[in-house]
């Protein structure tokens, strides 16, 4: 049996907030979840409401893992 390993990538931008899980299996990557949200909480590239945004982040987690 193989091993494959997770990877997670997070893309905090001031209109969204985008995550991407792949797996990488050998030379091989799998897109296996991807989330896309409005970000709140960020403007202009600045965390102006820290609660907020990790509402956003955890919110596009849970659509990747979906």
């Given amino acids: ?14 209109s969204s907030i985008k995550v991407l899980i ?12 991807v989330g896309n949200v409005q970000s709140t909480g960020i403007r202009k590239g600045t965390i102006i409401d820290i609660d907020a945004t990790v509402a956003s982040i955890q919110r596009a987690v849970e659509q990747a893992e979906r």
């Avoid at 990488?24 to 990557?29: P, S």
């Fill in 1 to 14: 049996m193989s091993q494959s390993e997770l990877y997670v990538s997070v893309d905090i931008g001031s």
């Fill in 22 to 33: 792949g797996e990488v299996d050998g030379e091989n990557l799998h897109v296996i979840g």
